[in-house]
């Protein structure tokens, strides 16, 4: 008899790992901009900080696929989340002696982007090993909440923090994250992957001779080029983490200008987690009436022109109404996504799949702190909201045209 999943112990220790982890990286997410941006003055600068993490994490992506696919993932799991912490701890450490300067940021961001390429992964991995694959809806729609309750409690939390001290938050986050490591421990993820019943897949999986790691992050490339629609969806999805991923910069430029502190900023970025957590409840009704390819589409235009109407001068409070519609429609494409890959990828090539196509989401994203930071710094930060909704719009209509996109289901279908 299945176990319900809020009984499966395994899955709960790793999701509340999650969540404190997710807690203690939004504290700072806002709070590091901020300092930045007093230290400097400088949004670019903020922007430059922002885009290292995300560039490092890209670099290791790959890599770090297969090696999650060869060691001992329950190791690899709690080894990075324990360094991530003690980033933090540096970090704190430098800003409460006031000897932080932003090469500082950066180069620990690079650090922080370094041990995320591993920990994300793995956590995927790990839901397929001790979730039945009935339950992986429900499983991935409360990773979904996870991910947007710590948005919505994160930045209005990170900004009172900040109001109370600088080094507040990130301290805060240094015992979030040494939580989220014992929380890890004692989830007891599985440690490798099984092979029985991935030998000799059209794709040159093997079942277990060990390639060379190109020849295994090709085969990741090869299984998803063959996958008519999910291709599609993952080019739109890269230029939707490009576009989103640079509003952030304009978002907090916007509410400054506007006359709104720390913590009006951090309220006002909480939108994100109110839409969010609403979002990942409605979920399963959503992915139940539109197939994956058409849930892109619609993500990608609400997107659009929820975030052109943050622009609308209607006071510093205004834009917490539309990031709320954002986040709305995001989760349910995140799960059905999730799903389908834990349902299609064989098991040992999980890492390298996740890799893959984290890789292809957000290939771009190093880009989106730099060109938010870019044109706020031009057009100001309602002129930047504008051109970066517009542009979202403008994708929502090219990809309409994919045919393969319009008829995208995540079934089962022959390789193209």
Not at 124 to 130: E, L, P
């Amino acid at each position: 008899m299945t176990v319900p999943l809020r009984k499966n112990v395994r899955f709960q220790l790793l999701w509340i790992g999650g969540a404190v982890s997710a807690l203690g990286t939004e504290l700072s997410r806002l709070a590091t901009p901020l300092l930045v941006l007093a230290l400097t003055g400088s949004p670019g600068l903020a922007g430059v900080v922002a885009g290292a993490r995300t560039a490092a994490f890209l670099a290791v992506q790959i890599p770090a696929g297969v090696w999650i696919d060869r060691w001992d993932r329950r190791r690899t799991l709690v080894t990075a989340q324990g360094l991530q912490a003690a980033v933090a701890a540096l970090l704190a450490a430098l800003i409460l002696t006031d000897q932080v300067q932003v090469w500082h940021f950066v180069a620990l961001a690079v650090l922080d982007g370094l041990c995320t390429a591993f920990i994300g992964p793995v956590q995927d991995t790990a839901i397929r090993g001790i979730v039945p694959p009935e339950q992986l809806h429900g499983a991935y729609a409360q990773e979904e909440s996870r991910t947007h309750a710590a948005g919505l409690a994160g930045p209005p939390l990170g900004g009172l923090l900040y109001g109370l001290g600088r080094a507040v938050p990130f301290v805060a986050e240094t015992f979030a994250l040494l939580a989220a490591t014992l929380f890890y421990a004692l989830a007891k993820v599985p440690r490798r992957p099984g092979t029985a019943g991935d030998a000799a897949d059209e794709d040159g999986g093997d079942g277990g001779e060990r390639r060379g790691m190109g020849r295994e992050a090709l085969a990741a490339l090869a299984w998803l080029w063959r996958r008519a629609g999910l291709r599609e969806a993952t080019g739109v999805v890269m230029v939707l983490n490009l576009l989103g991923g640079a509003s952030m910069i304009p978002l907090i430029v916007l509410v400054g200008e506007r006359g709104g502190d720390a913590r009006v900023t951090g309220t006002v970025l909480a939108g994100f987690g109110i839409g969010g957590l609403a979002g990942a409840l409605l979920s399963g009704r959503i992915s139940r009436l539109m197939p994956p390819g058409r849930i892109v589409l619609a993500v990608v235009t609400v997107f659009g022109v929820s975030l052109a109407a943050t622009a609308l001068p209607w006071g510093m409070w205004w834009p917490m109404v539309p990031l709320v519609f954002i986040t709305l429609s995001t989760p349910s494409l995140n799960v059905v996504l999730n799903v389908v890959i834990a349902r299609l990828v064989p098991e040992s090539m999980l890492g390298r799949m996740g890799a893959v196509l984290s890789m292809g989401g957000m290939g771009l994203k190093p880009l989106g702190p730099v060109l938010g930071g870019a044109l706020a710094a031009a057009l100001g930060g309602a002129g930047a909201l504008l051109v970066l909704g517009g542009l979202l719009c403008l994708t929502a209509g090219v990809a309409a045209l994919s045919p393969e996109l319009r008829r995208f289901t995540g079934e089962p279908v022959p390789a193209a």
